[in-house]
C-alpha cells in the first residue's frame, strides 16, 4: 500500500488524472483523491517557490511596499506559502480557523472516547485550559474543541471575518451537549476579546435550547445556578447572563495564578493550599458586559461539577514537563476541583503537534516527557553545553516535577529515583553539574528531599542518606567559598 501512494503521489506532479486512474478509485473517492492530491501539488509547489526571498529584502532595503501574508508553521498552515512576503504573525478575527474547528473537534471526540470507555458514561463538565499562545499557533484547536462539546459549529456566511454559530441537532451530534468550564490566561483575554465573545455567544445559545437536562448539560447547570444567583443578583438579566458564564480568569492587568510562587519557594503546607491558591486567582468571570468581576461563590460552584481536565500540547519545543505553566493552569485546576469536590478528575493531554492527535492521561504525558528530556544523556549534554544557564534549566524541571506531584499526583518513584541515579548518584554527573552552576546543584538535591518529605517518594534509606549526605557536603562548601 505505501507502494501504491508513493507511485501514485510522485505520478501526480507529471500528470494528475494518470494518478488517480493509477490509485484505481472512482466516483465520489476519485473526487477527494483529485482534491487531496491536488492540494498537495500546489502547496509543494508554493513550498519550492522562494524567488521572493531576495524580492523582498531588495524591496525592504529601498523603502519599497512588501506585500503583507500571514506567517506561521508551513506543516499546520501551507497558506503562508510562498516566502518572501511582509508576514504578521495572525489575524484574530479567522480564529478559529477551518482546519482548527477539525482538529478541535477531534480532540473534543478522543477525550470523550477515554472518559466513557473509563467511566461508563460521558462528562458533565470539562475543565478546559485555553492560552493565548498556544491559540495563535493552532489558530484555535483549543476553542474548536470547546465547540464540539456544546455542539455548535462556525459559520462565515457574512464573509470570514463574521463568524456565525450554527446548533448541531442533538441527532447529529449524537450523545449529550457537554458542559465545559474555561480557565483563560491573562494573554488569551488581551489578544482575543472577539473570541471570548464568540464563546460567551456560544454558551448563552445552547443554555436557551429547549432540550432534556440529560441531554444538555449547559443548560442543566447554568438552570443550578440561576436558582442561587438570584438570590445575590437583584437583576434577572444579569444573573441569568452569570448562569451561562463559563470563562474564568485572572483579575485585569494580571496574567497567571499564584500556584508558581509557592512551587518555587516551598511555602505551602499542603495540597489545599495550591488548590485555595488557584481558585484566588482565577475565580474573576469574564462575560459579556462583565470584564473581570470577582465571583468566588460562582467559580467554586462550577469547579464542583468538573470531572475532566483538557490541555493541549501544540508545540515540538516542550513537553508538559519543560514548563511551569502546565503545572499552574492544567494541574492547578484539576488540584481545584478535588479540593472542592472531593473526586479526581480525569486528566487529559492531546497533542497536537503531529497530523495524527494523541490524546493521553497525564502520567502518560509526563513520563514521556521525563524519558526523552530530563534523563536523557544527549538532551542532559546539551544542557551542560550551556554555562551555568544549561545546569538551571536541568534544576528547574526537577522543580516542576514538584509543582505536578503536588497538583496531579501523577509523579511514579521511579522519576525521582531516575533524577537522583542520574544526577546525585553518579558521581562524574554531579562533577559536571557543580562545574557548570554550584547553585543548581544543590537545588536538585533540596527538591529531592522535599519530595520525600512530601510523600510524593517513597525512597529508601539508602538513598535519603546518600542524598542528605551530598546536599550537607555541597552545601557546606559554599558557605565556606561564599
Not at 464573509?159 to 490566561?185: A, H, M
Amino acid at each position: 500500500m505505501e507502494d501504491l501512494v508513493r507511485e501514485v503521489v510522485g505520478l501526480a506532479f507529471k500528470d494528475l488524472e494518470e494518478a488517480i486512474r493509477r490509485a484505481g478509485v472512482v466516483g465520489e473517492l476519485a473526487k477527494k483523491a483529485r482534491k487531496a492530491l491536488q492540494f498537495g501539488l500546489d502547496a509543494a509547489q508554493r513550498y519550492a517557490n522562494n524567488e521572493g526571498e531576495l524580492e523582498g529584502l531588495l524591496r525592504g532595503l529601498s523603502g519599497r511596499f512588501i506585500t503583507p501574508n500571514l506567517g506561521g508553521d508551513v506543516i499546520r498552515d501551507p497558506a503562508v506559502l510562498p516566502t518572501g512576503r511582509n508576514i504578521y504573525q495572525f489575524d484574530p478575527n479567522l480564529i478559529p480557523s477551518d482546519a482548527a474547528g477539525e482538529r478541535g473537534a477531534e480532540i473534543a471526540e478522543n477525550t470523550l472516547r477515554h472518559y466513557l470507555a473509563k467511566r461508563g458514561c460521558y462528562p458533565e463538565n470539562v475543565g478546559v485550559v485555553l492560552w493565548g499562545f498556544e491559540t495563535t499557533k493552532t489558530r484555535g484547536e483549543t476553542i474548536g474543541q470547546v465547540f464540539h462539546y456544546l455542539g455548535v459549529r462556525v459559520r462565515r456566511k457574512g464573509g470570514s471575518w463574521y463568524p456565525e454559530l450554527e446548533i448541531v441537532p442533538l441527532e447529529e451530534l449524537g450523545r449529550p451537549r457537554v458542559d465545559c468550564l474555561i480557565n483563560i490566561c491573562g494573554f488569551f483575554r488581551d489578544m482575543f476579546p472577539n473570541v471570548m465573545a464568540l464563546l460567551n455567544q456560544a454558551f448563552e445559545k445552547v443554555a436557551e435550547l429547549e432540550e432534556p437536562l440529560e441531554m444538555n448539560f449547559v443548560r442543566k447547570h447554568s438552570l443550578e445556578a440561576l436558582e442561587s444567583l438570584r438570590a445575590g443578583v437583584k437583576d434577572e438579566k444579569t444573573a441569568r447572563r452569570l448562569s451561562r458564564a463559563r470563562l474564568f480568569g485572572p483579575p485585569a492587568g494580571e496574567y497567571g495564578t499564584k500556584v508558581i510562587p509557592l512551587i518555587e519557594t516551598s511555602n505551602w503546607g499542603g495540597e489545599q493550599d495550591i488548590a485555595e491558591a488557584h481558585i484566588r486567582s482565577m475565580n474573576h468571570v469574564y462575560a459579556e458586559n462583565i470584564h473581570a468581576e470577582r465571583l468566588d461563590d460562582l467559580y467554586r460552584s462550577l469547579l464542583t461539577k468538573v470531572d475532566l481536565v483538557s490541555q493541549v500540547r501544540d508545540s515540538h519545543d516542550y513537553e508538559i514537563t519543560d514548563l511551569d505553566h502546565y503545572y499552574e493552569f492544567f494541574g492547578g485546576l484539576a488540584r481545584s476541583v478535588e479540593h472542592l469536590s472531593g473526586r479526581k478528575p480525569e486528566m487529559l493531554v492531546s497533542d497536537t503537534t503531529r497530523e495524527v492527535i494523541k490524546t493521553e492521561d497525564v502520567g502518560q504525558a509526563i513520563s514521556r516527557g521525563v524519558r526523552t528530556r530530563l534523563l536523557n544523556p544527549k538532551w542532559i549534554s546539551g544542557m551542560l553545553e550551556h554555562d551555568f544557564h544549561g545546569a538551571q534549566k536541568i534544576a528547574d524541571r526537577v522543580e516542576y516535577l514538584l509543582g505536578f506531584a503536588a497538583t496531579t499526583g501523577a509523579v511514579e518513584d521511579w522519576v525521582w529515583q531516575g533524577v537522583a541515579r542520574r544526577f546525585i548518584f553518579d558521581e562524574e554527573m554531579r562533577k559536571r553539574l557543580w562545574e557548570n552552576n554550584k547553585f543548581a546543584s544543590i537545588e536538585i538535591a533540596k527538591r529531592l528531599l522535599e519530595a520525600v518529605e512530601r510523600g510524593y517518594w517513597k525512597a529508601s534509606e539508602e538513598e535519603i542518606k546518600r542524598i542528605r549526605e551530598m546536599y550537607a557536603e555541597e552545601e557546606g562548601i559554599l558557605e565556606e567559598g561564599i
